[in-house]
């Protein structure tokens, strides 16, 4: 087996490179990338979801973007909505006294009472959960492009029923959402004061979500969903209850896009119905595709990058070309993500040691031998 | 009476859309079958069918436009099999799948840089905008019934084409067992391309009989992909028939949806039905459930 970096290692180096990134650009003068970046690496969390179910369960779902509304959308209507209105019920005038409103001004300077951001948070994940499990449990009995199809028509629907409802504000989307101070002095908000400190936020959260991942993949569940991705029958045969399993991790990853189209929308302070668009869960699935699927740290990167040179707009009016080419060029030449071949470059012209990034699913199965070919991972996928 | 019309017009401007469906359905059956890929740059190939007819319109007359607009896209899309798929032998299907969304991307970007993002559309083969025909009292526009012959045309075609020559045979063989059909001296590669070229000339073919009426446009082609995917699943993949049916079923479904309910609710109905049949047949009407070995590959 080659030598590695120790995972605490490797995590440490990566928090090291965060936070030296503001620096950079501040030394740079580019401070105002930060902005993009961090939205960046809220995409990035969604993208980092979609890797624990396609990558390592083995299922597809073409209706993240539907979850990233849902979070979004809860949030924002949850805390854009003025319930001063309804002040005559009883129960309201308590709740006014409570923490878990909040009074403020609308855009146009009007007194508002609103629901705090954090009982919209947890009202945004309490329905995404309630969502995914509603959603998942019938559709992950389905295989290959039929579980496909059924997730690209759930996120038509959630967009459509955006798109034709008057109080998600139809086609205009929620503007006006409120920051969200999450408490120890950290704030969710798009002002250009905070714009360091909210960088920090996301990194920090996608920082935690990886960890999480990372120790998720290489446990029991992490080894039953393997198992289930490699060949579903055998999985059920051997005592692996699929069905819970492949659910759990689509919950999860629901989940992981609820909250960050939560963050997202109080730092971007709106969000639109494109969000939820087809084109958009088609795009988190082929970002995923670009970073190796099954490599935690290649989806991360890849979709940082790719997201971040989209939202500054590097590439003007080609943008979804280069993307597009990008993609081809990527999936078809390095299908097991960018990084390992990156990785096997460095390390001819290095020596033994492995970079930090190097680090795949295969680390959880020491004795594998060498490195299985990305075919062989996803052979079974649509069986 | 008049809403017993009024229901005709609805049924028949449904089919219509549907016979449109049916088409990009058949495309997503052809390619499937010969690959196991599900294309998504086959609503791409109406699109480009669409804007090289108008294009060539402008010089030669109609019937050459037409049959010229179908043969380039035939020639485009078994290019696109020649240069990847044949190519990417060791890449997993959901790789595969992947990259059709991203030749969907490029192909959509070129066609934009190409021409632009004006809508332009072919004049009607027969008539005006204005003139319709009358038909148990629902006013038809004439260019309804060449969509409705075109389509049907091309199934009852592509049906004896499979069924009935040495090419469609083979490439009905190819997609059963590959292996055997190799041992039995059908170059499989080559009737992949021809899955391509066949699927890209349809789709193109309905590009054009469609442009007249609802337009050729650059970005047409994805939400045209989406409810072909939609109707081949409902039908149940592999079976190009049961895609026809999965068209129809989508399109009227769409029309009666517009007639009850608000116009944005219309892909809801259509995804909402389509969900509860995946629901209680995980392989859509027709489609058959595949057995599957534990052993390991």
């Known amino acids: 087996m080659k030598p590695r970096l120790k995972p605490g290692l490797s995590f440490t180096l990566l928090a090291a490179a965060l936070i030296v990134v503001p620096w950079i650009l501040r030394w740079a003068d580019m401070e105002y990338c930060l902005t993009q970046l961090t939205m960046s690496l809220y995409y990035a969390i969604v993208v980092l979801g979609l890797c624990l179910v396609m990558g390592y369960a083995g299922q597809v779902s073409l209706g993240h973007g539907a979850f990233f509304a849902i979070g979004g959308y809860t949030s924002a209507v949850l805390t854009t909505c003025d319930v001063s209105k309804w002040q005559t019920a009883a129960w309201l005038g308590w709740i006014k006294q409570s923490p878990f409103c909040m009074a403020r001004e609308d855009l146009f300077g009007n007194p508002i009472l609103t629901l705090s951001p954090w009982v919209a948070f947890f009202a945004a994940m309490a329905l995404a959960f309630v969502v995914a499990n509603l959603i998942g449990y019938p559709a992950l009995r389905l295989r290959g492009h039929y579980l496909a199809m059924a997730t690209l ?22 503007n006006g959402v409120p920051e969200w101070n999450l408490g120890l002095g950290l704030t ?18 996608l920082l935690l979500l990886l960890v999480l991942l990372h120790n998720l993949v290489r446990s029991r569940v992490g080894r039953a969903l393997q198992a289930i991705h490699d060949r579903e029958t055998a999985a059920n045969a051997m005592g692996i209850n699929t069905a819970l399993y492949k659910l759990k991790a689509f919950v999860l990853s629901a989940l992981m896009a609820a909250m960050a ?4 929308t109080h730092y971007t302070a709106g969000i ?42 590097l590439f003007g009016s080609y943008d979804n070309a280069v993307f597009g080419l990008l993609l081809i060029g990527i999936v078809s030449l390095a299908p097991e993500g960018p990084l390992k071949p990156l990785a096997r470059l460095l390390r001819r012209f290095v020596g033994a040691c492995r970079p930090p990034n190097a680090v795949g699913p295969d680390a959880a199965r020491p004795d594998n031998g060498p490195a299985r070919r990305a075919s062989d991972q996803t052979q079974c996928l649509f069986p | 009476m008049e ?12 089919i219509t859309k549907g016979s449109i469906y049916a088409v990009v359905a058949i495309g997503f059956n052809l390619i499937y079958s010969a690959t196991g890929v599900l294309n998504f740059a086959q609503g791409e190939f109406v699109m480009l069918g669409g804007m090289v007819a108008v294009t060539l319109a402008r010089f030669v007359p109609l019937p050459v436009a037409l049959a010229g607009a179908v043969a380039i896209v035939a020639l485009v899309g078994c290019l696109l099999e020649i240069l990847f798929f044949r190519r990417l032998q060791r890449h997993s299907i959901l790789h595969l799948v992947i990259i059709t969304i991203g030749l969907s991307i490029v192909l959509q970007e070129i066609a934009l840089h190409l021409w632009d993002e004006k809508v332009r559309s072919l004049p009607y083969f027969t008539g005006n905008e204005i003139s319709s025909l009358k038909f ?11 969509v409705l012959a075109t389509v049907a045309v091309t199934v009852v075609l592509l049906h004896i084409f499979l069924k009935y020559t040495l090419p ?18 059908i170059n499989i590669a080559n009737m992949r391309t ?43 993949l592999g079976n190009p028939m049961a895609a026809v049916l999965g068209g129809l079923m989508v399109g009227v479904l769409e029309a009666y949806s517009v007639s009850r309910l608000p116009a944005a609710y219309s892909d809801v109905t259509v995804f909402a039905v389509l969900l509860l049949v995946l629901f209680a047949r995980p392989h859509g009407f027709w489609g058959r459930p595949g057995g599957e070995s534990v052993r390991e590959h």
């Open chain 1, 272 to 313: 639109g119905p494109s969000e939820a668009g087809a084109l958009k869960s088609v795009r988190y699935v082929a970002l995923a595709a670009a970073g190796g699927m099954s490599s935690l740290w290649g989806v991360t990167g890849m979709s940082t990058l790719l997201n971040y040179m989209s939202l500054r707009g």
């Open chain 2, 136 to 146: 148990f009292g629902a006013a038809i526009s004439p260019q309804v019934f060449w």
């Open chain 1, 188 to 205: 969710v908000s798009g002002k250009r004061a905070l714009r360091i400190e909210n960088y920090f936020i996301a990194s920090g959260l």
């Open chain 1, 153 to 174: 028509g759930f996120g038509m629907i959630v967009n459509k029923v955006i798109l034709g409802t008057a109080f998600t504000g139809a086609a205009d989307g929620i």
């Open chain 2, 3 to 14: 809403s017993g019309n009024l229901e005709l017009q609805y049924f028949l401007s449904g």
């Open chain 2, 194 to 236: 021809l899955a391509f070229g066949l699927s890209a000339a349809i789709g193109a073919l309905a590009g054009c009989v469609i442009s007249p009426i609802t337009m050729t446009h650059y970005e047409m082609g994805a939400p045209l992909a989406i409810k072909g995917f939609a109707a081949a699943i409902l039908g149940g």
């Open chain 2, 168 to 185: 469609g045979r083979a490439m009905r063989a190819g997609s059963s067992n590959p292996s055997a059909a190799m041992l039995a001296g």
């Open chain 1, 261 to 264: 189209g939560v963050f997202l």
